[in-house]
């Protein structure tokens, strides 16, 4: 059996390990990332990558951007989102930037299967060691290091490192192991995902699609534009209410697409690519612990995802960034406990928790049809009602105001 040692081994080569390896290796830390995959490889997602990939990505190389910009056979440029009501009436909401005037698109829509290559491709090897295709089957916690077993090759072998980044997704075992997250139907989603080809009637500028309608409450379905005319469509319902309805996703998300005005001649004759597929969503709506003795979670491994837009990439590069700016002071300090490595959960949250919380507030919206059809009616009619609304993306003291009962007294009254 072959043992390793490191300062420092990552869990997960998707967007919030490979962040975290690639600001690591700018402080010149040599580490070990581990991935179960070799890419590129499939990741089942909305493919959705919000303005704030687009700003780590800036303080990694500004070329990136630019790239992903110029790069119109895998990368397309998104510059707002359209809410559709449950009953029907369609909001469209641009990002609050100026075409003109914005240097790149606030927002782009890819594959994850192409993202996840183009950022994988960044990890710098001369400090990262890239061990792909080796599933980890244990992490064990030791008083002077962290044990990670793993098989490479049908061969067991052995690392042990002074801290290790769990990036591993909503199955993280290091989440499990060291931090003890349990799932909680509660925050929790279940989603589907499949691809079409041939959807008519895309957004002149490349909107995402969320509707909010019947035939799906009180979940969501989506519908994002990518390259070469084909969508990435989808359905997303925590996991509480698929258990205590016995909902079937497939056939809701299918009699939709069949059934629903606003979608069946879109989709009358659009071609299905590949299978529908599933995979969970470990919502952000409550606060968990992302740090403890020897470890940090990053990403969908820590519960970062939106509760209410579903968005996790940008969180996870986010945290990425966060759990490597910490790992190295823990390294200078030579302190890896619990107390030394809290500072990631500030930093973390500081971030992230008010956005998290006002959406968690937002998601609830969703079982309250009757307001988010006044919303919407009040929105299309009022211009700015929808200024209002556009801003919130961006601005949480304005997304606060959906919280407060006056913001719905002054759209009733037109205040």
């Given at each position: 059996m072959q043992n390793l040692d490191t300062p420092v081994v990552i869990l997960g080569a998707g967007p919030g390990g490979a962040t975290a390896s690639i600001f690591l290796a700018k402080a010149g830390i040599a580490h070990i990332i581990i991935d179960k995959a070799t890419f590129p490889r499939d990741k089942i997602c909305g493919d959705a990558l919000s303005g704030k990939v687009g700003a780590i990505l800036n303080r990694i190389d500004p070329k990136l951007v630019h790239q992903l910009d110029e790069d119109n056979d895998n990368f397309l440029n998104c510059w707002g989102v359209q809410f559709v009501a449950p009953n029907g009436e369609a909001l469209d909401i641009p990002f609050d930037k100026d075409p003109e005037v914005q240097d790149y698109p606030p927002g782009f829509i890819s594959k994850r299967v192409n993202f996840d290559h183009f950022l994988f491709k960044q990890i710098d090897?001369?400090?990262?060691?890239?061990?792909?295709?080796?599933?980890v089957k244990d992490v064990i916690a030791h008083d002077d290091k962290v044990e990670i077993i793993y098989k490479q090759g049908g061969e067991e072998k052995i690392i042990f490192t002074n801290l290790v980044i769990g990036a591993e997704g909503d199955r993280s075992i290091v989440a499990k192991k060291l931090a003890g997250h349990k799932m909680d139907p509660k925050y929790y989603a279940a989603g589907l995902r499949v691809y079409y080809e041939n959807v008519t009637d895309?957004?002149?500028?490349?909107?995402?699609?969320?509707?909010?309608?019947?035939?799906?409450?009180?979940?969501?379905?989506?519908?994002?534009?990518?390259?070469?005319?084909?969508?990435?469509?989808?359905?997303?319902?925590?996991?509480?209410?698929?258990?205590?309805?016995?909902?079937?996703?497939?056939?809701?998300?299918?009699?939709?697409?069949?059934?629903?005005?606003?979608?069946?001649?879109?989709?009358?004759?659009?071609?299905?690519?590949?299978?529908?597929?599933?995979?969970?969503?470990?919502?952000?709506?409550?606060?968990?612990?992302?740090s403890g003795d020897r470890y940090m979670l990053v990403g969908d491994a820590g519960s970062l995802i939106d509760p209410f837009t579903g968005e996790g990439i940008g969180n996870a590069m986010i945290s990425g960034r966060f759990a490597a700016e910490t790992a190295v002071k823990a390294l200078t300090k030579k302190d890896f406990s619990a107390s030394g490595l809290e500072e990631y959960d500030a930093l973390v949250y500081d971030k992230l928790w008010e956005e998290l919380?006002?959406?968690?507030?937002?998601?609830?919206?969703?079982?309250?049809?009757?307001?988010?059809?006044?919303?919407?009616?009040?929105?299309?009619?009022?211009?700015?009602?929808?200024?209002?609304?556009s801003t919130m993306f961006d601005d949480l003291d304005m997304r606060a105001k959906l919280k407060s009962p006056m913001f719905y007294f002054k759209m009733l009254f037109n205040i």
């Open positions: 090897e001369n400090h990262a060691t890239k061990l792909m295709g080796c599933e895309m957004h002149a500028q490349n909107f995402i699609e969320l509707h909010f309608i019947k035939e799906v409450l009180p979940g969501y379905l989506w519908v994002f534009p990518l390259p070469d005319n084909q969508a990435n469509v989808g359905i997303g319902i925590l996991s509480e209410k698929v258990k205590s309805h016995k909902l079937n996703l497939k056939k809701m998300m299918l009699n939709a697409l069949e059934n629903n005005p606003n979608l069946r001649e879109r989709f009358k004759n659009a071609k299905m690519l590949g299978d529908i597929k599933g995979w969970g969503l470990p919502l952000g709506s409550v606060k968990r612990k992302l919380k006002l959406s968690y507030t937002m998601q609830k919206l969703i079982n309250r049809p009757w307001l988010f059809n006044f919303i919407a009616n009040r929105a299309v009619k009022n211009k700015a009602i929808r200024e209002v609304m």
